[in-house]
């Protein structure tokens, strides 16, 4: 019982490799064939880590047992195939943020200047819960974000020359991926609409697209596991697209092959993710939102794009 009469679990005790053998297979039912590659395994993806990839692997009436045949490799195997396919999908998503700061700085160059963004007045006048302007916080975390990364040598050259003003096209790089999808969700309706159009969505998609895209990335960047993860931020797909929506990954991949086309990096992507499912036939790619046809799928839209 904790100072507030809250009663809590003790936090489970350290286990030695040879403890951590032991509770897997005595008391999950886990095969370890090899126990000094099992001790490589451990020594490599700790033990919390690794048991996360074998919840859909679990029999049903004891979730404490895994299923029959399931091995200490079988979790290895889905943990690297994980890890691949974070790094496959890391290309697309810098190239799409990097683009879409492109887009966004420009427009609002264009449209307001080099140093419009610094004006709420060009922007909604939207507030946080507790009543201070998004755009006032905003600019708060861009101006922290120049302090943090102010040994940069661009950073440094427009603080010394230009007396610390940094024209939006330089600010943009600044801007973490989540803050750019809060100045796109702040821009005015014209504004948004001009970027959309760049990727023939309408602003409601493009914000949707923007937050799922962040939600993988923070993911992806994080080392955390995306196979078989529920993901609440999802693309709103066309509705032609519809019936391959779910809470699982392939949506994304489905809008970036809408907006991104016959670019080589969504080629890459799916070319590679044809090779990871072939070296990995441990993994499930339904359990990632996946049909059964997903590279026609995927190649098709890339194609009409």
């Known amino acids: 019982m904790n100072a507030r009469g809250k009663h809590y679990h003790p936090v489970k005790p350290a286990r030695s490799y040879s403890e951590?053998?032991?509770?897997l297979t005595d008391v999950h039912g886990l095969i370890i064939d090899d126990e000094a590659?099992?001790?490589?395994?451990l020594s490599t993806v700790n033990y919390y880590r690794l048991t996360t990839y074998?919840?859909?692997l679990r029999r049903a009436d004891n979730p404490d047992l895994f299923l029959p045949?399931?091995?200490l490799e079988t979790l290895y195997s889905l943990y690297?195939?994980?890890m691949n396919l974070r790094h496959l999908l890391l290309p697309v998503l810098e190239f799409f943020e990097i683009q879409l700061r492109a887009k966004i700085a420009y427009q609002l160059a264009i449209t307001y200047g080099s140093m419009g963004y610094m004006d709420a007045e060009n922007f909604r006048a939207e507030t946080l819960p507790n009543g201070s302007s998004i755009h006032k916080n905003l600019i708060g975390k861009f101006k922290n974000e120049v302090k943090r990364q102010g040994a940069l040598p661009f950073v440094r050259h427009h603080n010394i020359k230009y007396g610390g003003q940094f024209p939006i096209w330089v600010a943009v790089e600044l801007f973490t991926f989540g803050m750019?999808?809060?100045l796109f969700d702040l821009m005015r309706e014209n504004d948004q609409r001009a970027v959309s159009r760049e990727y023939n969505l309408s602003p409601e998609s493009l914000s949707r697209l923007i937050a799922s895209a962040v939600d993988v990335r923070n993911i992806c960047a994080h080392y955390n596991r995306l196979y078989n993860r529920v993901l609440d931020d999802q693309p709103l797909l066309p509705n032609r697209l519809r019936l391959y929506e779910s809470d699982r990954l392939f949506p994304l991949l489905l809008a970036f092959a809408h907006i991104l086309g016959r670019e080589r990096v969504l080629n890459r992507l799916i070319t590679g993710l044809s090779l990871l499912e072939a070296d990995f036939p441990e993994a499930?790619?339904?359990l990632?939102?996946?049909p059964e046809d997903w590279r026609s799928i995927l190649e098709a839209e890339a194609a009409q794009s």
């Open 37 to 41: 590659r099992a001790r490589y395994i």
């Open 69 to 71: 045949g399931v091995s």
């Open 180 to 182: 750019l999808g809060s």
């Open 54 to 56: 074998g919840k859909h």
């Open 80 to 82: 690297q195939f994980d």
């Open 288 to 290: 990632c939102g996946f």
């Open 20 to 23: 951590q053998f032991s509770r």
């Open 284 to 286: 499930d790619l339904s």
